[in-house]
Nanobody, 120 residues
Framework: QAQLVESGGGLVQPGGSLRLSCAAS????????MRWYRQLPGKERELVAS????????NYADSVKGRFTISRDNSKNTMYLQMSGLKSEDTAVYYC?????????????WGQGTQVTVSA
């Protein structure tokens, strides 16, 4: 059974840094496109960053470009989001998402989310 488990969230002051992790199991992580989303209070879930299966290419929302870095370690079945220069508007629940091709069909899996709070 596919499972994604996020960790690393917490409370941080403005300007601080956090690293989120997403541990995957139950599917072929190394051939999956991976993404980070976030959901701000009262808002729809939004895409933060994505990374290709081999980690060679990534994309970012304009709001986080230059501050966040997505990466992955296929040997550990884990994806990361390094966040720096955090702002209060980055406060949200962060979710990891896997898009994987199995038996010719695409499947999507979500983690349970991890809370990031940026506050003085």
């Amino acid at each position: 059974q596919a499972q994604l488990v996020e960790s690393g969230g917490g409370l941080v002051q403005p300007g601080g840094s956090l690293r989120l992790s997403c541990a995957a199991s139950g599917f072929t992580f190394s051939s999956s496109i991976m993404r980070w989303y976030r959901q701000l209070p009262g808002k729809e879930r939004e895409l933060v960053a994505s990374i290709t299966s081999d980690g060679d290419s990534s994309n970012y929302a304009d709001s986080v470009k230059g501050r966040f870095t997505i990466s992955r370690d296929n040997s550990k079945n884990t994806m990361y989001l390094q966040m720096s220069g955090l702002k209060s508007e980055d406060t949200a629940v962060y979710y990891c998402y896997a898009q994987t091709l199995t038996g010719g069909l695409w499947y999507g899996y979500w983690g349970q989310g991890t809370q990031v709070t940026v506050s003085a």
